[in-house]
């Protein structure tokens, strides 16, 4: 168990909707990193968050945004979502950029 | 961030050494050398991470050479449950560089009986 909890495990949804993916960081960590994982493909690094604040931004669509509340939770938001988004989604948390990160167990989203 | 370059996969069998290498041509000075593990349908997990000559720890070797354009991962006597795919990171501490966390395609790993 790596401490870093995201939810749902699973979601299955269809074309056009909007879901929002939840992570709750490992305790005291502040930075929270955001991943894409298709079919066979590698990881796609979307988005970093530290603090609350954005600290870098990968190849994240403009349908997709996120954010990180003062509780440092973070949220991942897909709106108008197309059958190319099924992926498996991961959250990683650390304490701060350079120091090891931990992943969580992933949300499998399904869109059909 | 230095480019890696490792490859797509490897096969190997129970008890034998693997030998992962990834190249770096453009690592820079202030860079380190990350490794980590991913199996199916979980996230990646840190094994091990080098500045220079090896660095061991209980689940694998790391070997870079002095001019640190390369870097191999030495997992001994393998088992079924090492495959997976793994991931060389160049950059910062842990992987992390300005704010990023890249991972490439990784190298998929296939321990048979």
């Known amino acids: 168990d790596s401490g870093v909890t995201q939810t749902p495990k699973h979601l299955i949804t269809a074309t056009g909707q909007r879901v929002t993916l939840r992570c709750s960081p490992r305790s005291g960590d502040l930075s929270v990193y955001w991943y894409q994982q298709s079919l066979d493909q590698g990881l796609q690094f979307l988005i970093h968050y530290y603090n609350g604040e954005e600290r870098a931004k990968g190849n994240i669509l403009e349908r997709f945004s996120a954010q990180q509340f003062p509780d440092l939770h973070s949220e991942l938001n897909l709106s108008s979502l197309e059958l190319g988004d099924s992926a498996l989604y991961f959250c990683?948390?650390?304490?701060?950029?350079?120091?090891?990160?931990?992943f969580g167990q992933g949300t499998r989203l399904t869109v059909v | 961030l230095a480019k890696t370059t490792q490859p797509i996969s490897m096969d190997s069998y129970e008890g034998q050494e693997v030998n992962i290498t990834c190249s770096h041509n453009?690592?820079?000075?202030?860079?380190?050398i990350t490794w980590y593990q991913q199996f199916p349908s979980q996230g990646p997990r840190f094994i091990i991470q080098?500045?220079?000559t090896k660095v061991t720890n209980e689940v694998a070797s790391l070997f870079i050479p002095a001019d640190r354009k390369s870097s191999t991962l030495s997992l001994p006597r393998v088992s079924l449950s090492d495959t997976a795919v793994y991931y060389c990171?160049?950059?910062?501490?842990?992987?992390?560089?300005?704010?990023?966390?890249?991972f490439g395609k990784g190298t998929k790993l296939s321990v048979k009986p």
């Open positions: 990171l160049v950059g910062g501490a842990y992987g992390g560089s300005q704010g990023n966390l890249i």
């Open positions: 080098g500045y220079k």
């Open positions: 453009n690592i820079a000075t202030n860079d380190y």
């Open positions: 990683a948390s650390s304490l701060r950029g350079d120091t090891e990160a931990f």
